[in-house]
């Protein structure tokens, strides 16, 4: 059974940083697929940040170099640094994974994490 736990969101003010993180179980998250997603109150679940199983990082425009995307094959985990954070970023995140290439479009996801929410507020 392939199971996301998703952590590490918070409250901070615009400016800031949080560092979210998913931890795997079931599937090994270095021949996957991995990625973030978002999704603000009333709107569509978004692509963030996602690598391919070749370790191809791909990031939503929005995203200006803010976030970075990484993994940690050993201990299979994954990880979202957010800098520079804006109130637009204020959402639920999702990690998410599946076998293979990365796609924006979040039905083709097949496992998900249960969310962590961020909050950026002055």
């Known amino acids: 059974q392939v199971q996301l736990v998703d952590a590490g969101g918070g409250s901070v003010q615009p400016g800031g940083f949080l560092t979210l993180s998913c931890a795997v179980s079931?599937?090994?998250?270095?021949?996957?697929?991995v990625a973030w997603f978002r999704q603000a109150p009333g709107k569509e679940r978004t692509y963030v940040a996602g690598i391919s199983y070749i370790d191809q990082t791909l990031y939503a425009d929005f995203v200006k170099g803010r976030f970075t995307i990484s993994r940690d094959n050993a201990n299979n985990f994954v990880y979202l640094r957010l800098n520079n954070l804006e109130s637009e970023d204020t959402a639920v995140y999702y990690c998410?994974?599946?076998?293979?290439?990365?796609?924006?479009?979040?039905?083709?996801?097949?496992?998900w994490g249960q969310g962590t929410q961020v909050i950026v507020s002055a």
């Open positions: 998410a994974l599946r076998p293979g290439v990365i796609y924006y479009d979040s039905t083709l996801w097949e496992y």
């Open positions: 079931g599937r090994a998250v270095s021949g996957s697929a």
